[in-house]
């Protein structure tokens, strides 16, 4: 562990040093050792105060946003972005907030400057699910509002980026993400830190408003780690792979605490889990392209807590591999396209036998699904679920879902899906259906940062 | 044996990935050219006027694309972490696929802010600025400013001095030979605008209805009147009840020419204009829209003769 955690700090160290080394000071040939390593020092301790700044300023945000009663937040005095390099002239000609002429007539070189503000890109997404029918195994409750995410994204300094997604849902509020990237490493690195969603597979790193169904797919649910999926807080690093031409390439490896639903539980500090993902892309055509992904985690469990047995040695590992085929005609991008998606999980948790002796489960579940865009407003999908429960290998549940999506406009959606399961029903030993209708409306309010493809 | 430590693991992925970039450096431009990657075509075409053989210029967005919609596509990650120099549209018109992009690059050169990073927009005359209070109930509105500025000769004249400047900047050896680029592209483009103009010129005020906000600039720098829009509001799909009150407009005030882009779908435009004995016309808002529009230039050319021709037949 202190191995791993000095080579880290090395390389996070290394890392500032040099992105900073290349951007402010191209020239540092006739300057001495000894003034490099001071300048070095001051650069460091300029960045770790202005990062400082950020954080305070992102709490008090947060604060704000928690009181909620804060409708009149952007009357204050305006600031222009630091970057924005606005011409001489256009600010002194507008002292007062009143830009409004000016705007209309005077625009040349300023029309980046004056709307950007030093406030994050500021978004809230609601998500409103209704369920009828019956489901006695997983049943959920007939009208929610299921989450509101609040996202806050900005540019930190010339070095990083951050993004915050906070969800508040029915029981309480949860940061569902919450990190910084380092964008300008050297090497070609990619640093991500903070708690977010594990580059396992597909579904996992996406938010549950992007999902194409209303639902997580039920291997989710039963081997990894259900609506939160893992979700924790940890370090990533991330690199183009050397590959053949036009063949995208890109690896990703992660730390993470160890404490992801009832994926991975860590109970020691030296507990930490780790998840390593490739990324396998390629364009087919302008229109249609190919995306492969292979995951690997593994982490501690609970499954040891409590018995004799020592709890350091019951683990969760769980392998994945995802295809993912898309196709949309660029002439016709908002009317028509068409994605079709499988994701294959492997889970082997180690746990005790009825009879109370050390085993290893193993467990398999897949899900296939398809997107079809119909017309500019109408989407159609279907998707087939199958899965073994982690704990339970040989009881399959089966599933699946067909769903029709509308889009008044790019910044709302309504739902409707309908679902049957064959779900296990434990107490009572023997399988159940469950035949269900969801309905969902999705709304975006500010701005909200794009997703990644 | 179970308790290998995660610790070794994860030391061996990093010192993998250390190892890796070691041995893959980034291939430095072996043919010392500067690597400009834009954001749409027609800043492409201008960045190639005026870099000419001292730069490889290439587009992420084609010409018959709907720039609002590109997909962030992996593929483009790769092309993006060589740049030297990325050219934006900007006015928030790739707020829904670039920033992702840039920030996964991984390259330094070109992050919101650094010198690589060149925003068109602010050389650029900027159209339709909202004022009072901006929601989305406009649709999806530009708060910056309409975005598709390009359409206008003088803006390419003013982006172009921006892109000199910034070649030149980096680049400073090859200044002279920028200065002299630039120096024929003005001298180029002002005979080709006075053709323009007066090629356009029988038809000035005439009025025509656009299909999305996609040619303010090119109404006002040629003298045409765009009197209505297919989409009741930018980014929304045409309404049966807005689409009943643009054929009112259209014909009370005899207007008989739709332009529409080469993204969007006819049907509506198509339906408008048989009940106003109106003409539909599809206009590149882009070099690349089709195969012959291979520069700036032939943008235009296009254009204004497809435009020509349809005023001609609807008298």
């Known amino acids: 562990m202190k191995r791993f ?75 222009l972005l630091a970057s924005s390099h606005p011409q001489p002239g256009m600010l002194s000609n507008s002292p007062a907030p009143a830009p409004a002429q000016l705007a209309q007539t005077q625009t040349y070189g300023g029309a980046t400057s004056n709307a950007k503000l030093l406030n994050p890109d500021i978004s809230l997404i609601g998500d409103f699910i209704g369920t009828a029918g019956r489901n006695t195994i997983s049943p959920s409750r007939s009208l929610e509002l299921h989450e509101s995410e609040v996202g806050m994204q900005a540019i930190i300094d010339p070095y990083a980026r951050a993004d915050a997604f906070i969800s508040f849902g029915e029981e309480g509020v949860n940061v569902e993400e919450g990190y910084v990237t380092f964008t300008s490493l050297p090497a070609g690195l990619l640093l991500k830190v903070g708690k977010m969603r594990a580059e396992f ?147 082997a948790r180690d746990q005790l036998s009825p009879l109370n002796t050390f085993q290893t489960q193993h467990a398999f579940g897949l899900y296939s699904s398809g997107e079809y865009r119909v017309n500019r407003r109408w989407t159609l999908g279907g998707r087939f679920d199958r899965s073994a429960r982690a704990a339970g290998g040989s009881l399959t549940d089966t599933g699946f879902s067909s769903i029709l999506t509308y889009w008044p ?24 259906n469950a035949n269900e209708f969801l309905f969902q409306f999705l709304f975006v309010m500010g701005a909200h940062g794009a997703h990644p493809f | 044996m179970r308790n290998v430590s995660i610790e070794t693991r994860v030391l061996a992925l990093l010192a993998a990935f250390a190892l890796l970039s070691a041995v893959f450096p980034r291939p430095a431009s072996a043919d010392n050219k500067l690597n400009v990657m834009t954001a749409t075509t027609d800043l492409a075409a201008l960045a190639q006027e005026i870099g000419g053989d001292k730069v490889t210029v290439e587009s992420v967005a084609r010409g018959y694309q709907d720039p609002h919609f590109v997909e962030a596509k992996p593929s483009f990650l790769l092309k993006l972490r060589h740049a030297d120099l990325l050219i934006i549209v900007g006015l928030e018109l790739e707020i829904g696929w670039l920033p992702p992009l840039i920030s996964q690059s991984t390259n330094p050169k070109i992050q919101v802010g650094a010198p690589g990073y060149f925003d068109a927009s602010r050389f650029a005359k900027i159209l339709e600025i909202p004022t009072g209070v901006v929601t989305r109930a406009e649709g999806d509105v530009h708060p910056l400013g309409n975005p598709h500025y390009w359409l206008d000769p003088e803006n390419g ?47 000035t005020g005439r009025k025509i209805v656009t299909y999305h906000r996609s040619w303010p600039n090119f109404a006002e720098h040629f003298g045409l009147n765009v009197v209505g829009y297919v989409e009741p509001r930018p980014g929304i799909p045409p309404s049966p009840q807005h689409t009943v009150e643009l054929i009112g407009l259209m014909k009370r005030d005899s207007v008989k ?59």
């Not at chain 1, 030296?270 to 390629?282: A, F, M, T």
């Not at chain 1, 406009?409 to 159940?432: C, K, V």
């Not at chain 2, 630039?182 to 005979?191: A, H, N, V």
């Open chain 1, 5 to 79: 955690a000095a080579l880290f700090a090395w390389l996070l160290f290394s890392s500032i040093l040099h992105a900073q080394e290349a951007i402010s000071l191209p020239s540092k040939s006739d300057v001495t050792a000894a003034s490099t390593e001071d300048v070095r020092m001051k650069a460091l301790e300029g960045q770790l105060r202005t990062l400082a700044g950020e954080v305070a300023l992102l709490r008090s945000e947060l604060k704000q946003l928690r009181e909620a009663k804060s409708p009149e937040q952007a009357s204050g005095p305006q600031v």
């Open chain 1, 201 to 347: 597979g597909k579904v996992n790193t996406i938010h549950n408003h992007a999902l194409p169904f209303i639902d997580r797919p039920l291997v989710t649910n039963n081997l990894v780690g259900g609506e939160d999926g893992i979700d924790d807080a940890g370090i990533s690093l991330s690199r183009f792979l050397p590959a053949p031409k036009d063949w995208f390439l890109q690896g990703t490896a992660q730390v993470y605490r160890g404490d992801s639903s009832d994926v991975f539980a860590a109970h020691r500090r030296q507990d930490v889990s780790v998840v390593g993902h490739l990324r396998v892309y390629r364009d087919l055509g302008e229109s249609t392209n190919l995306d492969l992904g292979a995951s690997y985690a593994r982490g501690h469990n609970g499954a040891g807590v409590g018995t004799t047995f020592d709890p350091a040695n019951f683990l969760t590992n769980l392998y994945s591999a995802d295809a993912t085929i898309r196709w949309k005609p660029l002439r016709r991008a908002i009317y028509h396209s068409f994605l079709f998606r499988t994701e294959l999980f492997w889970s």
């Open chain 1, 409 to 432: 406009s790019e910044f709302s959606q309504i739902r409707g899906q309908y679902r049957y399961g064959r779900l296990w029903d434990a107490p009572n030993d023997r399988f159940t």
């Open chain 2, 157 to 203: 004249l003013r982006i172009a001095k921006g892109i000199q400047n910034k070649l030149s900047e980096m680049r400073p050896n090859d200044a002279a030979y920028f200065a002299q680029r630039y120096d024929s592209f003005e001298q180029r483009l002002k005979q080709a605008d006075e053709k323009w103009l007066a090629e356009m010129q029988p038809y």
């Open chain 2, 257 to 315: 020419v739709i332009v529409v882009e080469p993204y969007f779908d006819l049907k509506t435009p198509n339906a408008i204009a048989r009940d106003t004995g109106a003409q539909v016309v599809v206009l590149m808002p882009s070099v690349g829209g089709e195969k012959e529009i291979t520069d700036y230039f032939k943008l235009f050319d296009y254009d204004i003769a497809k435009l020509k021709q349809t005023f001609d037949t609807t008298k």
